[in-house]
């Protein structure tokens, strides 16, 4: 009898379809279909009774976090089949390529209170519209507006309160966004072309999936502190082009027109 029941043991750290179900809501005829469908590794069979694990559990978290993003089923299966590696390593890798790059808190406005805070009365539709593509803002059901991010908004606001109209600004915003476009190809790329490809072209070995990992973790900040680095040099030295400039505009003699009002003379080589 003792035999029979220690033979029956569930083991440690395993769960039953039916356990499998209740900690990830899931129904058990789904977890089967997903089975089916290839989105889930078979279970360990004990005796009778196949068994599950943790790694079932983040499959099927992720298969969710895909679904919501617009993958059907057949491209989640292409996925996750894609790895030679354990299932965990994989998930963890997909979790980190797809987790936002910093995360800002949101801020939710009145349309009002937030056209008072651009200088205008109420925004124009198009104008919001072109903010809402940036990504910095969105329009909710209710008639308020989400701020995506708080930072630009601030930077926004800031500029107005300088004298810039709302449209330069958001124009200044639009080339800003095709700027870091191209900055953030160029880290994709180079991860891709000197961590991910060789890892790939090695057969993607288990014990080399932390590595990748943490190499696009370590990515990110490197990728901001370097951007940073390179802005500041560029900016000092347009900064002082600029004010050379300005300076040697300034030196001119000013002449007067008829009228009696003085103008600056100026070269065709000079610029604003």
């Known amino acids: 009898m003792s035999s029979r029941k220690g033979q029956n043991a569930k ?12 900690r990830t809501g899931m129904t058990i005829r789904n977890i089967r279909a997903h089975q089916t469908r290839g989105l889930l590794p078979p279970p360990e069979v004990h005796g009778r009774t196949g068994y599950y694990n943790e790694e079932h ?8 976090e895909m679904q919501a993003e617009g993958l059907n089923l057949e491209a989640i299966r292409r996925v996750l089949e894609s790895s030679e590696g354990s299932s965990r390593e994989m998930v963890d890798f997909a979790r980190a390529v797809r987790a936002p790059f910093e995360d ?3 801020e939710i406005f009145d349309a009002e209170e937030l056209a008072s805070a651009w200088g205008v009365e109420r925004f124009d539709p198009r104008l919001l519209a072109r903010t809402e593509k940036l990504g910095i803002v969105r329009q909710l059901p209710d008639g308020k507006i989400e701020v995506i991010s708080p930072r630009l908004q ?6 107005i309160e300088l004298g810039v109209s709302p449209q330069a600004a958001v124009e200044t915003a639009e080339a800003l966004r095709r700027a870091s476009e191209k900055v953030a190809r160029t880290f994709v790329e180079l991860f ?36 940073l680095a390179m802005f500041q040099i560029t900016m000092g030295e347009s900064t002082e082009k600029a004010g050379e400039r300005t300076l040697t505009d300034a030196a001119k003699p000013v002449r007067r027109t008829r009228s009696g009002k003085g103008r600056r003379s100026r070269s065709r080589s000079s610029r604003p």
């Open 154 to 159: 601030h930077a926004g606001t800031a500029l």
């Open 57 to 64: 559990v983040a499959r099927i978290e992720l298969t969710r």
């Open 11 to 22: 083991p440690d750290g395993k769960m039953t379809i039916g356990e499998l179900a209740r």
């Open 104 to 106: 800002e808190t949101p």
């Open 192 to 227: 891709v072309r000197e961590v991910w490809e060789p890892f790939d072209q090695a057969g993607r070995p288990e014990e080399d999936w932390p590595k990748v990992r943490e190499a696009l973790d370590r990515m990110r900040p490197l990728a901001s502190d370097a951007l």
